[in-house]
């Protein structure tokens, strides 16, 4: 054989640059099942599992259930009610509502007609709907209460394609056309036994291509793209997930993140078609209560859920002072050796293990009572989770198993299993998922998940998916093991005057588990150093400076007083050790109002927007580096 010399030479060096190397690349294996709907779920669940109780919620201080046989019925003649108002496959429509069952009812009745539901955060301000109703095109759009009827009522005029406005708990004073009630009424005139088979052959006639769903995503500058994800690119989801992570066959999950957001809502779809119970939470203020009455045995949450919690356990054990203090933190210890040794594949055994059984009887068993008692396993999405956190959780026996994607990747990438642990990384590519780290270090994934693009926006799509199928995350991150790890997002890396880059999530992270902050933005893209701005926890600091005997009467007035500042700016920094001196804030500023989705500083999923927070305060900022 003889070497390859010219241009044949250069197109093998070009063909094996292009190859990447193991620990930038990554893939769950090949997908294993046909295309299919989410359709397809929903009936073999439903005929599969035939619960009794399969949706729950409260009503009245009482916990109360559908069954699936309730819930077919109720989706076919919503199905059979939006087809007499003249609402047709491919039409759009609109769901602005808290989670509760009528919620997923509207979702699949508009599946099953072949419908594209464009689901809305219920904390979105009214002036921020139009763009969405106008840009989607819907036809119709269901409303959960009178406040979020008020909010369409508000803006209707400058709506014209949207023709009904359906409430849930909302009614014609509250400016709707109908309520969900005289729908279902209006589909059960039609109903019969040949119409109900003639309704299951069409929705399983749905092909896997159909879009499912335009979920429009705020981004941090601009008006929001309408991701356009189809039936297989969700359905693809829930089965590599059903394979990553298989549930027992009791399984009872409460549902709390809002359905608006693709994560619990394929969430829904996983646990509904395993035949798991959802149990809807009145509220996320209301999460400790419905856990304890639920005993859920697994639940999806945002970092925050789990960083409220290790705060308040922190809180409470210093404030009883004492022996019980000195006993949570030998526990917390223990905890911390025992799981360093579980997770290194050995198991605790001896003194260490003896120890353990005590930490548990002791402290770790009444923070499981807190969660219901019966929890396997936390997932956890939507933004990274401080490896602090994170290990504190599994020391005391409840595992987190952290996960990654977006919406535009239906939303699941990889995730940790049971099988597959690390904590510190998101996990391991789930089946059909391929994902790639480009030489820059973003994060590229493809497979059957990737969305079909963004709605009536073909520059942002051939600028999010390249010629080969790969969709650019805009996340950076390293492989490791076959582990993925999310080091910071790509348009967030902090570049200072002296050409430092600086990852700031980690910090910001890592400064959040202090039980005086409540939020923490990093700052200093072409400064000369990077500061970092704080919302104190206002409880955690008043009550300290009750304490402390400071008197004041404003909030703004507490956080000009220099022991106030000082006291925060302890804090803080004493979550920065080990980092680089570059990378390691020189100044904390003190904001007082939280940040808020109506200033625009927040998406409605909860996500800081940096750029924002830069702009609403900047001559603070500009202060902070004048001093």
Request: glycine share 8%.
């Amino acid at each position: 054989m003889t070497a390859p010399t010219g241009s044949a030479f250069a197109s093998l060096a070009n063909t094996l640059s292009s190859v990447p190397s193991p620990n930038r690349f990554a893939s769950g294996g090949p997908r294993m099942e046909a295309p299919g709907t989410v359709n397809a779920l929903f009936f073999a669940a439903i005929e599969k599992h035939a619960l009794s109780k399969a949706l729950m919620y409260k009503v009245g201080g009482t916990w109360e259930s559908l069954s699936h046989a309730t819930v077919l019925e109720r989706v076919r003649r919503t199905a059979l009610g939006l087809q007499q108002l003249g609402v047709l496959p491919g039409d759009r429509a609109g769901i602005l509502s808290e989670n509760r069952p009528e919620w997923a009812i509207a979702d699949y009745a508009c599946l099953c007609s072949g419908v594209i539901d464009v689901p809305i955060y219920p904390t979105l301000p009214a002036e921020q709907i139009p763009y969405v109703l106008n840009d989607s095109g819907a036809k119709v759009i269901f409303v959960s209460t009178a406040a979020q009827a008020q909010k369409i009522a508000s803006i209707r005029s400058s709506v014209p394609a949207l023709q009904w406005v359906i409430g849930i708990a909302a009614t014609k004073a509250d400016g709707c056309d109908m309520t969900m009630a005289e729908l279902e009424a209006l589909g059960a005139a039609r109903d019969s036994a040949e119409v109900a088979a003639k309704f299951k052959e069409d929705a399983l006639a749905v092909q896997p291509d159909h879009l499912i769903t335009l979920i429009y995503t705020s981004g941090t500058t601009g008006n929001p793209k309408g991701v356009m994800l189809s039936h297989d690119n969700v359905y693809s989801n829930c089965i590599a997930t059903q394979q990553s992570i298989p549930l027992a066959g009791d399984d009872v999950a409460l549902s709390f993140l809002p359905l608006s957001h693709i994560f619990e809502r394929m969430g829904d779809y996983y646990l509904f078609s395993n035949g798991v119970v959802i149990a809807y939470a009145e509220s996320i203020d209301t999460v400790p209560i419905n856990m304890q009455e639920v005993s859920p045995t697994l639940m999806m949450s945002v970092p925050r859920l789990y960083e409220k919690i290790y705060a308040r356990v922190l809180e409470n054990a210093v404030a009883s002072g004492g022996i019980k203090a000195k006993i949570f933190f030998w526990a917390r210890g223990v905890g911390e050796r025992w799981a360093d040794v579980k997770l290194s594949g050995r198991e605790p055994s001896g003194f260490l293990a003896w120890q353990y059984g005590v930490a548990q009887k002791l402290v770790f068993s009444k923070l499981k009572e807190r969660t219901g008692g019966r929890l396997r396993f936390f997932i956890s999405g939507g933004a990274p989770l401080s490896p602090t956190i994170n290990k504190f959780f599994y020391s005391a026996g409840l595992v987190i198993l952290e996960g990654y994607g977006l919406t535009e990747t239906s939303p699941v990438i990889s995730a940790n299993t049971p099988a597959n642990f690390r904590i510190g990384t998101v996990g391991k590519p789930i089946a059909g998922v391929e994902v790639r780290i480009a030489n820059d270090g973003e994060i590229l994934t493809r497979g059957p998940h990737v969305m079909k693009g963004y709605y009536k926006n073909p520059e942002a799509t051939a600028e999010a998916i390249d010629h080969e199928g790969w969709f650019h995350t805009g996340d950076i991150g390293e492989i490791e093991d076959g582990f993925l790890k999310i080091t910071d997002r790509k348009k967030d890396i902090i570049v200072t005057a002296g050409g430092k880059n600086i990852a700031p999530q980690p910090i910001e992270n890592r400064i959040k588990t202090n039980k005086y902050v409540s939020q923490a933005v990093m700052i200093g893209d072409k400064r000369k150093f990077p500061s970092v701005l704080i919302v104190p926890d206002w409880d955690q600091l008043e009550k300290w400076s009750a304490e402390q005997n400071i008197v004041w009467t404003s909030r703004a007035e507490l956080l000009k007083m220099p022991t106030v500042q000082a006291k925060m700016e302890k804090e803080v920094k004493s979550e920065l050790t080990g980092l680089a001196s570059y990378e390691t804030p020189k100044k904390v500023g003190l904001l007082e109002h939280d940040f808020s989705i109506e200033r625009g500083e927040l998406t409605p999923k909860l996500s800081v927007k940096r750029r924002v927070v830069e702009k609403t305060n900047a001559d603070f900022i500009e202060s902070l580096y004048a001093e």
